[in-house]
């Protein structure tokens, strides 16, 4: 990836976060991992995906969840294709704690 | 890049914000409710409709059975159903997928493994198109709606409650409230 196409996608996550405070973010590896914000938590009953712009769809996942299961219990991480498809859309469940709710989030990703 | 760490933050295509949560707004007088026009329902003999409900005091539960805040709040509604439903309350949940299909909420025997494991004997549809969500406007799960006898919506509001706690007693007042109407 381009140096141009970085700057493009911190653009672009930057805008993405204007009127809310992150709520997780996701670091290139290997493995691309997901890392919540504190009070943050990341459904663990519905792993997260990344659909590739070639149609995998790649899960999320960490062998530490909460002891409901509801929750991970640390970053999960998923394995990407040695070649092909570096973008596609991140889709997540979060529940914040406090909140006592569930939110969806979608996202475009490049990495 | 492959080894930059991006920390590309997510946050801004989120289903909802943060404003005036889990406050339930009643509505003077009420608005109608939309109809329901699910077609795959569980524990239920056919489609349910709400224009079939007028006389009865229906309460809407917008949930997922992946979704934690949901499931906990279950045993509540399970109370609420045990306790009212001879006197005028149908409890119906709208179970509504986060994810799609490749995540298996859409699957009506998943649906129904999740109802038999929480005790749920309450009607249910499937409104894997999202019609019913996008109809009643809801952005969380879980989500509360609750109609009066007449079919409209006198009561709203979202977020996990508990078995006597103060949101369980403020949604037992409202359905008494509504039964004795």
């Not at chain 1, 769809?57 to 530490?64: E, G, N």
């Not at chain 2, 289903?15 to 329902?41: C, F, H």
């Not at chain 2, 490749?102 to 009506?108: L, Q």
């Not at chain 2, 969500?133 to 996990?160: C, H, N, Q």
Request: some cysteine; charged content about 20%.
């Amino acid at each position: 990836m381009t140096k141009f196409a970085m700057l493009v996608l911190a653009t672009l996550a930057i805008a993405a976060c204007h009127d809310h405070p992150p709520l997780v973010a996701l670091e290139a590896g290997p493995p691309l991992r997901l890392v919540a914000a504190p009070r943050v938590r990341i459904n663990a009953r519905l792993k997260p995906a990344l659909e590739l712009d070639d149609g995998t769809v790649l899960r999320f996942d960490s062998p530490r969840v909460t002891s409901d299961s509801a929750y991970f219990a640390a970053a999960p991480t998923v394995a990407t294709p040695p070649s092909g498809s570096r973008h596609g859309t991140l889709r997540l469940s979060v529940c914040p704690a406090g909140e006592r709710l569930c939110r969806l989030v979608v996202m475009a990703v490049a990495w | 890049m492959r080894t930059l760490s991006m920390g590309l933050l997510l946050a801004g295509v989120v289903a909802g914000t943060t404003a005036a949560l889990r406050s339930a707004v009643p509505s003077v007088g009420g608005t109608p409710a939309p109809e329901l026009t699910s077609t795959s329902w569980l524990n239920a003999d056919r489609p349910l409709r709400l224009s079939e409900l007028r006389g009865r005091v229906v309460l809407l539960n917008f949930w997922v059975f992946t979704c934690g805040n949901c499931t906990r709040t279950v045993p509540s509604l399970v109370a609420y159903d045990r306790h009212y439903r001879e006197r005028g309350l149908t409890i119906i949940g709208i179970h509504t997928p986060e994810f799609p299909p490749y995540a298996g909420e859409h699957d009506k025997g998943n649906l129904a493994r999740a109802l038999a494991r929480q005790g749920i004997a309450y009607p249910n549809a499937q409104d894997n198109d999202r019609r019913t969500w996008d109809a009643y406007g809801i952005r969380y799960w879980p989500s509360f709606v609750l109609i009066d006898k007449r079919g409209m919506i006198r009561y709203t509001g979202y977020g996990e409650f508990h078995l006597d706690d103060g949101d369980f007693r403020t949604w037992d007042q409202r359905i008494q409230q509504l039964l004795a109407e």
